[in-house]
């Protein structure tokens, strides 16, 4: 039981850690939650189903590909849009504006989608081959084994990417300070345009596994991921990269656990309760000391 519901945890971590990406991200760039991150993820599915439903087989490794790259192209590509549109103007403006302009944008993607593509849940094409392995009385699944390794491999890329590349050391010095990086030649409209990509990119990958797992998608799916991979970021401590990893895999142990041991009502609920005692015993997070170090 212990190690089924672990297995479970670390599926459902995967998703939360990729998700909590984009957000910890942008906070660590801009110093500003992105609220619309979760339509991002709904819009990331949307586009994983519309290359799913084109493909003839996607069972295979370069059919897969095509699907991930689809989702994740276009999410980061609307990322980009939102803060083109929504959040560069108001840069300068009170903490609270860009607040309100990305939960306007979060209202304005979820009912462009329930009017487009409808209201109902959508189906997702079962074309990934999934076999099931039992061992000690444990059950673990290929698409278990499939979420959890390209989520891991996701993220070790990301990690290379900030620390090897010269957009990513960009990105590290756009988050440190804005004005310096200026001055130093570094184009911060770009690397904040890049860095929401990377994190759009990233949160429609994990739109896509969502509904691999779970067998279908909605236009109001991203709200409760939302919110737990918004914990999760802060669980980890927000602006931090690493953090917001094991932050993922953390709530994602203990809402799968909190299910199993208690009652499955309260899988939503742990992840408000973990958020609130975060906050109150320690609001920097498990690596909150590392903030100002990366983004």
């Known amino acids: 039981m212990f190690i089924q519901q672990l297995i479970n945890g670390l599926t459902l971590g995967s998703i939360y850690a ?47 590909f095509a699907v991930f790259a689809a989702a994740m192209f276009g999410s980061g590509a609307v990322a980009m849009l939102v803060e ?56 673990l699944s290929t698409l278990q084994i ?22 990513g050391k960009a990105m590290q010095a756009t988050a440190q300070n804005h004005l310096v990086s200026q001055l ?8 904040i345009a890049l860095t929401f990509f990377v994190g759009g990119g990233l949160g429609g990958a994990a739109g896509v596994l969502n509904g691999l797992y779970y067998g279908s998608i909605k236009y109001n799916m991203g709200f409760f991921p939302g919110i737990k991979a918004f914990t999760a970021a802060v669980l980890g401590g927000v602006g931090n990269i690493k953090g917001a990893m094991a932050g993922g895999f953390i709530l994602g142990i203990l809402e799968v656990f909190a299910a199993g041991y208690l009652s499955s009502e309260y899988k939503d609920v742990i992840a408000f309760v973990v958020l609130i005692v975060v906050l109150i015993i320690k609001p920097g997070g498990l690596f909150g000391e590392q903030v100002t170090e990366k983004i």
């Not at 108001?90 to 009912?111: C, E, K, T, W, Y």
């Open 84 to 139: 083109r549109v929504a959040y560069r103007p108001l840069r300068h403006a009170p903490r609270l504006s860009p607040l309100i302009s990305a939960i306007g944008i979060s209202i304005f993607l979820q009912n462009l989608i329930m009017l487009t593509v409808g209201a109902q849940s959508m189906p997702y094409p079962e074309k990934f081959p999934i076999r099931q392995f039992e061992f000690w009385g444990v059950t």
């Open 146 to 167: 499939f979420i959890f390794f390209l989520a891991v491999i996701l993220m070790l890329l990301l990690n290379l990417f900030l620390r090897k590349t010269k957009m």
């Open 18 to 64: 990729l998700f909590a990406l984009g957000y910890t991200m942008v906070y660590g760039v801009l110093l500003m939650i992105n609220f619309a991150h979760s339509e991002i993820f709904m819009l990331g599915a949307y586009c994983g189903l519309g290359m799913l439903c084109v493909l003839p087989m996607a069972a295979s490794g370069p059919a897969m």
């Open 184 to 191: 130093m030649g570094i184009n911060v409209n770009t690397i």
